[in-house]
Nanobody, 129 residues
């Protein structure tokens, strides 16, 4: 049974940094592309970033490009989201998700929640002004 567990959320002031982790209980972790999404109160879940199974390809939402970095350690079955220069509008519950298969050529595939096979429970990130 696949399980994704996020951690690292918390309260931070604007301009600060946080690093989120997502530990996956997946036997063939490198066979999965991984994504991060977020959902603010009253809003739909939105794409943040995605990374290929080997870690060589990444894709970011325009709203976080240059501030957030997605990475993974396949030896630890963990994917990370380093968040710098945080803004109050980054406040949300952050979710990691896993998609089995090769890296798709179309980035639009990764922005859709329906593209992912498994989801974590989420971790709260609150950025104060």
């Amino acid at each position: 049974q696949v399980r994704l567990v996020e951690s690292g959320g918390g309260l931070v002031q604007a301009g600060g940094s946080l690093r989120l982790s997502c530990a996956a209980s997946i036997r063939t972790f490198s066979s999965y592309a991984m994504g991060w999404f977020r959902q603010a109160p009253g809003k739909e879940r939105e794409f943040v970033a995605a990374i290929s199974g080997a870690g060589g390809s990444t894709y970011y939402a325009d709203s976080v490009k240059g501030r957030f970095t997605i990475s993974r350690d396949n030896a630890k079955n963990t994917v990370y989201l380093q968040m710098n220069s945080l803004k109050p509008e980054d406040t949300a519950v952050y979710y990691c998700a896993a998609d089995y298969g090769p890296w798709r050529s179309s980035h639009y595939y990764y922005i859709r929640t329906s593209s992912y096979d498994y989801w974590g429970q989420g971790t709260q990130v609150t950025v104060s002004s």
